[in-house]
């Protein structure tokens, strides 16, 4: 969650970046700087599926389903 609250603040500056028409390549490098901290709490909330999920799927029998899911939401997320 603190990842999250983080990455909305950046958010909220990079808003106000472009309301102030600071120079482009400002915004750009903050807006990098927002998709490579997303791009950490996917693979954060990856792993915990993969290791909670995944794990208590497999215990119940149903990691066929849950393999699918997972097949489903990467597919989403990678295009």
Do not use: W, Y
């Amino acid at each position: 969650m603190n990842r999250l609250s983080r990455i909305e603040g950046h958010i909220r500056g990079i808003k106000s970046m472009v309301q102030e028409d600071r120079p482009c390549p400002d915004v750009l490098v903050q807006v990098a700087a927002v998709r490579g901290a997303l791009d950490r709490v996917a693979r954060i909330i990856l792993d915990e599926h993969l290791t909670q999920c995944i794990a208590r799927a497999a215990e119940e029998g149903s990691i066929e389903a849950e393999i699918e899911q997972l097949k489903s939401a990467l597919d989403r997320f990678l295009t």
